[in-house]
């Protein structure tokens, strides 16, 4: 049951971290700085799926967390540590920290885009896994 609580939490988070003014390099319709819904590129959905991996490695940084809390285990360890850099990585590679930034992923949103969709499908996978 907490995988789609999850996902669902992630794409909620998503939409409203997408609809925030962030200044884009490339304007256009609907592109400029300003509160409003947009999915008219790669970029504008991938800004959902980013979230959506991000709310997911954070709650397989919580189940991780908890193991490691009741076992001690160095292998329930060694996954918080992978699971911060992965996490790191979402952040960092997220178009919303591009558009803060002022960098236009124009170009590669698509590539962007498959990579957190495989990212999210196996995320999903591991935290299923992870709670069973």
Do not use: C, H
Request: net charge negative.
């Amino acid at each position: 049951m907490w995988v789609p609580i999850v996902l669902v939490i992630g794409i909620l988070a998503g939409l409203l971290l997408s609809m925030a003014p962030i200044p884009r390099e490339t304007p256009g319709p609907g592109r400029g700085p300003g509160w409003g819904f947009r999915l008219e590129t790669a970029t504008d959905v991938d800004a959902i799926l980013s979230t959506v991996s991000a709310a997911l490695l954070i709650a397989l940084l919580a189940v991780y967390l908890r193991i490691y809390a009741d076992t001690k285990a160095n292998f329930a360890l060694g996954l918080v540590v992978v699971l911060v850099a992965l996490l790191l990585q979402s952040i960092l590679t997220s178009p919303l920290v591009f558009g803060v930034f002022g960098v236009a992923t124009d170009g590669i949103g698509a590539f962007l885009l498959f990579a957190d969709l495989f990212k999210i499908l196996a995320f999903t996978v591991f935290l299923y896994l992870s709670l069973e």
